[in-house]
């Protein structure tokens, strides 16, 4: 049986000012009213979303792993009905801390493109100057 307690939309959304402020991030429920005067983009957009689910928001600011760490101080419980799984938010992994074999394709990639490019361009210049 888990202690996590849940709270429904109507209850969060009671909680929509600056010295009350709720907010929902990926299914979780956040008192973030001590963080209002602290948020580096300004208060205007916690008030902006204060008491809704902000989910989106919040992934579209491209927040970082600290700002996630954070955010999690503030967690009091889960959404009724999220889908995802009850429980506090899981502390971020930085970067700097996966190994080499578990980066993205993507690096590796450019690992090979970069130099292929710079040879190119090099043999373009002396054939073509």
């Not at 929902?24 to 208060?43: A, I, M, N, R």
């Not at 993507?106 to 970069?114: D, M």
């Not at 373009?124 to 100057?129: G, I, P, Q, T």
Request: charged letters at 25%; glycine letters at 6%; aromatic letters at 8%.
């Amino acid at each position: 049986m888990s202690d996590v307690k849940i709270y429904t939309a109507d209850q969060v959304a009671a909680h929509n000012t600056k010295n009350d402020l709720w907010c929902v991030v990926e299914g979780k429920v956040y008192d973030v009213t001590k963080f209002v005067d602290e948020h580096p983009g300004g208060e205007e957009v916690l008030l902006e979303h204060a008491g809704l689910d902000c989910t989106d928001a919040f992934e579209d600011v491209g927040h970082s792993e600290d700002a996630r760490d954070l955010l999690a101080q503030y967690y009091m419980g889960d959404l009724s009905g999220a889908t995802e799984p009850a429980g506090p938010p899981k502390p971020t992994v930085k970067k700097s801390e996966i190994a080499p074999s578990a980066k993205s394709e993507g690096s590796s990639i450019l690992q090979i493109a970069l130099p292929v490019a710079v040879f190119v361009a090099y043999l373009a210049y002396k054939l073509y100057a």
